[in-house]
């Protein structure tokens, strides 16, 4: 009983922050049908830019204000000057599932995990957000003020963009884009400004979710790639476009994750979510709330 | 899927993209394998190192997860290579540090070692070298007949010295911090508790598993009760769940060898609720981590100083890394190995002088049994074939919450023992 009430006490923050890093992913996915590997190398800039404002400010909310509209500037310009480019197609350059956009991820997440040792130093930062001190303790299990607010704003955040996506002009934009970019074009539908606008929106919720790591643990240039790499399980878990399916599959790699360390050893960590991802892959292939036609790309 | 555009037009357009990120991809890849380091250079000399050049070959960790410890390890040797090559050279030559991404597993540690050894013709390799890597390559570095310094060395490689070959150069040898720690514990820390439940916490690497498998017989043989063993990997994103396990086991005391982890895992452990006394070795806080932590009992095993304070050799140290360490952190224990590691070849090459070869830097470091290090670690680095790992004997830290001020504790511990 221990066991799994320690197990649970990693849950909801790790659930938070791959949530939080995966509905950016499938936000990309849906307006472009790119699958961004630089997901948490952008959140890691947009993280180091709060950090920093917060330094010469001195004050963490307008810091984090400033700090989320410099990751949304960063996150829309990464795509128009870098990828949006090297997806070619003028006329279609938000919706491309070329390889080389992909491969662009990749670079760009390891241009930015280059640069930002340089740029700002490899000493980690033992960084702290102003949040209540509470904490609530049952047996093994611990939550604490920052699990807490964490979870609420990645619920707020999900929520919000799921509705957005659904019922807002610009959701239904990035739908069209996504699925039907050239009858899209027609309806004047620019395509490029859509992806901008998912790919800045993605830089803002990888900051939220580079921010809440960096406050359980510490801010360090390597904080993007791992946490990068480590949420893919998540994202094939949901299904690459399911909002709601990133949130079940951020669940089930933070409790697959949490299960693993505590009751197998810590040398299962990385191992124990694909084991689960494939089992999982080979019962629903798409995820559980994947379309089958985004699988086959 | 739907696409808009020409497809005639547009087919070959994509696959050039595909080559130019493909490319791209390479070129980033490399830059950042070649990190703060000198490029080997095309027309490297052959040993002896000739054009008044030595050159030194670097084994690191340069990309993935555990980049850092390249980018710091090469910062703290070029810091002390400049700064030597600054006032003069070695022997009238400069000395030039040639670095390959050695990575963390044997496979790309060997081929690091064939690319440094046989291309630039390095006439000794230093660098990280981790255990894990290491293991694997103790044939190849037998056939390339180099002397190799390991920045993470494990006991089978140099207490006894596998081969003349093997010499540690950075950290206290893995299974001797273990014997360390304990022998500090009883004497300083578990005093007259004679069951002690013991935690035990190491990062994941052939070397600190080495680690806990002492301590687990040590906890044995003292009659202590192991209540809880928590294990990592570098990159690990969230430690609440095994801290909580690890406070759920109640333990008196937790012996600790950590990697760059250390940090967030204590401060899970604190979020915990976790109040025992940690033993730590010397990948644990660094002085300033320590202040932030503010952890009562918290000991940090160290064969360095701790670069903080105004002696003469910490500011030294700062100055160089500073002024030649190429952005290396300088309070990180692996930039501190990466200087002495540069200190002992470069009192290495004096010895051997201007015509140093390969077999006679190999035949010098043999006997050399004390290499003084200016107070920077605890006693001069020894070598014996007894003991080929550099560095026995180690003090302990503390932050002393009450005064707020790092303390270093008053005895010396040595492994092996004399």
Known sequence: ?297 | MTRIGKPDRRQPRRSKRVVCVVGALAGTLAVAACGGGSSAGAGSSTSPSAGGVYHVGASMILSGPAAAYGANMTGGMQAYFKYVNAHGGVNGKQIQLDTADGGLVASSTIQSLKTLVSQDHDIVVGGLLPSSGVQGARSTITALKTTVLEGSPIGQDVNPQYSPLFYGGGGPIYPADAYIQTNFAKAQVIKGNAHPRIGLIYEISSATVAYGNVIKKLAQQNGWDLVDTESYQVGTTSFASQAAKMAAAKPDYIFASFDESNFAFIKALQAAGVKAPIIANQGGPTAQQLQQLAYPGLYVERAYVYPVGNSPVVKQYLARVKQYGGGADPTNHITQYGYVQAQIIVAVLQKCGADCTTDKFTSTIGGMHSIPTGGFTFAPVSYSKADAGGFPTSAFYTWDTSTNKLVKLPNLYTWPQS
């Open chain 1, 1 to 297: 009983m221990l066991k799994l009430e320690a197990m649970l006490s990693g849950v909801p923050l790790l659930t938070a922050i791959y949530a939080l890093l995966t509905v950016g992913l499938v936000l990309v996915f849906r307006a472009t049908r790119v699958l961004n590997f630089s997901a948490g190398a952008l959140g890691l800039v947009g993280a180091y830019m709060t950090y920093e404002l917060q330094r010469g400010l001195n004050d963490f909310y307008p810091a984090l204000v400033l700090g989320l509209i410099c990751a949304f500037a960063f996150g829309g310009l990464a795509y128009r000057l870098i990828l949006a480019p090297i997806s070619g197609s003028r006329a279609n350059v938000g919706a491309s599932t070329d390889v080389g956009v992909l491969l662009g991820t990749i670079v760009l997440a390891s241009a930015i995990g280059a640069a930002v040792p340089f740029l700002a130093g490899s000493q980690p930062i033992n960084y702290s957000i102003p949040l209540p001190g509470w904490k609530w303790r049952a047996g093994a299990f611990n939550l604490n003020s920052l699990d807490v607010i964490a979870f609420a704003v990645m619920v707020v955040v999900v929520v919000l963009i799921g509705q957005g996506t659904m019922r807002l002009p610009l959701g239904l934009r990035m739908r069209a884009a996504a699925d039907r970019p050239r009858l899209a074009g027609y309806f004047s539908v620019n395509t490029t400004n859509i992806a901008m606008v998912s790919w800045a929106i993605a830089a803002v919720v990888g900051t939220l979710a580079v921010l809440a790591y960096a406050a359980s643990a510490e801010l360090d240039p390597s904080s993007g790639n791992n946490l990068g790499a480590a949420l893919f399980p998540a994202l094939l878990l949901g299904g690459l476009d399911s909002i709601i399916g990133c949130l079940i599959g951020a669940v089930l790699l933070a409790l697959v994750q949490s299960a693993a360390v505590v009751y197998l050893g810590g040398n299962w960590l990385s191992v124990a979510p694909y084991f689960f991802l494939l089992a999982v892959l080979i019962i629903r292939p798409h995820g559980f709330f994947g379309r089958g036609e985004f699988s086959r790309l």
